[in-house]
């Protein structure tokens, strides 16, 4: 099946700094990525819809200054959390489309955020 | 917009036996796709079950299968023959074609040995 990896799985930071999250789809090509937070015993709730080589498109609340999303290829997404503050810390997941099943998403492991 | 609930925050079985996890939805799109998704605590996303909205035949994998009664909107999933390993978060979830998917506030499931 469809492969999706994400890097880091674990980081933590000081409050202030920037963190970039990688997406790849292994082996397959993904034009839309999406990216899902997912706080503890909760949903995950979509943040923004990654389309390669235009701009993203954010839901409702998200700040696109603050989460910027880059699709450059049509295998890597990446989400940088800028100057990250500790209510930013969370599950962060990322999900993409395989072409050969519509509706049908394939995750990464997530990556959990931690900033102190 | 598009809404997914599931009512039931936590349900428990015991091993061996059958349960069901409700989901309800709301749209006014009449082709759309509806998911079960498997959480466990690695946190992967697994993919339990789909089924398309056009298709009346209820979709089944192996022990899983579900009830779709398009006209209440309505989407749950049995378990059959529950598992230890069946322990996990399980999220409902709606999506109009090649649009993101929504998901339900999930449902933690526990099997009891």
């Known amino acids: 099946g469809a492969v999706v990896s994400q890097h880091p ?9 920037s963190v970039k999250i990688e997406c790849r789809s292994l082996d397959f090509q993904a034009t839309t990525m999406f990216w899902y937070r997912q706080f503890p015993k909760q949903s995950l709730m979509l943040m923004a819809t990654s389309n390669e080589g235009s701009k993203a498109t954010y839901e409702q609340g998200v700040e696109k200054d603050k989460f910027l999303i880059n699709h450059a290829s049509l295998t890597l997404s990446t989400l940088t959390v800028t100057s990250a503050h500790p209510e930013d810390s969370s599950f962060y997941i990322c999900s993409a489309r395989h072409g050969g099943e519509p509706g049908e998403l394939f995750f990464g492991e997530g990556s959990r955020l931690t900033v102190l | 917009a598009q809404t997914v609930t599931q009512s039931q925050p936590e349900m428990s079985v015991q091993e061996a036996e059958t349960v069901t996890l409700s989901c309800t939805y ?13 959480q466990p605590p690695s946190r992967q996303m697994i993919l339990v079950i789909r089924q398309e909205a056009y298709k009346q035949q209820n979709a089944t994998e192996n022990r ?19 598992q230890l390993g069946d322990a ?26």
């Open chain 1, 9 to 17: 799985s674990w980081v933590i930071c000081k409050s202030g700094t």
């Open chain 2, 26 to 38: 709301d749209t006014s799109e009449s082709d759309y796709y509806l998911f079960w998704y498997k």
């Open chain 2, 64 to 82: 899983f299968s579900v009830n779709f009664q398009k006209a209440a909107k309505s989407f749950s999933l049995k378990i059959s023959d529950s």
């Open chain 2, 88 to 113: 996990a978060m399980y999220f409902c979830a709606f999506s109009q074609g090649a649009q993101k998917l929504v998901f339900g506030q999930g449902t933690r499931l526990t099997i009891n040995p």
